[in-house]
């Protein structure tokens, strides 16, 4: 079955790093688009970031534009998130997503989720 775990998260002061990790298991992980969402409480789940199959191509939310940086390894089946200059705006739930098309239909699949609080 199609698993998704996440993995990184953390307490962390402003303008500090974290590195999520997303580790991938029960499709083809090399053929489908990857993304991060995130949850902060009271608000509801917003795309951080995607990723194509290949890697080739990536966008991101406008809040983290230029500090945060998601890549795949597609060897390791694994999805990474580099958030760099975190604010305390960032604290939120972050998620793990894959949409896999089977037998024409859409499912779309989520982790856990791992905590990220930013706060001195």
């Known amino acids: 079955q199609v698993q998704l775990v996440e993995s990184g998260g953390g307490l962390v002061q402003p303008g500090g790093s974290l590195r999520l990790s997303c580790a991938a298991s029960?499709?083809?992980?090399?053929?489908?688009?990857m993304s991060w969402y995130r949850q902060a409480p009271g608000k509801e789940r917003e795309l951080v970031a995607a990723?194509?199959?290949?890697?080739?191509?990536?966008n991101y939310a406008d809040s983290v534009k230029g500090r945060f940086t998601i890549s795949r390894d597609n060897a390791k089946n694994t999805v990474y998130l580099q958030m760099n200059s975190l604010k305390p705006e960032d604290t939120a739930v972050y998620y793990c997503?894959?949409?896999?098309?089977?037998?024409?239909?859409?499912?779309?699949?989520w982790g856990q989720g791992t905590q990220v609080t930013v706060s001195s």
């Open positions: 997503n894959v949409d896999l098309t089977i037998k024409n239909s859409k499912y779309s699949y």
């Open positions: 029960g499709f083809t992980f090399s053929m489908y688009a």
């Open positions: 990723i194509t199959s290949a890697g080739g191509s990536t």
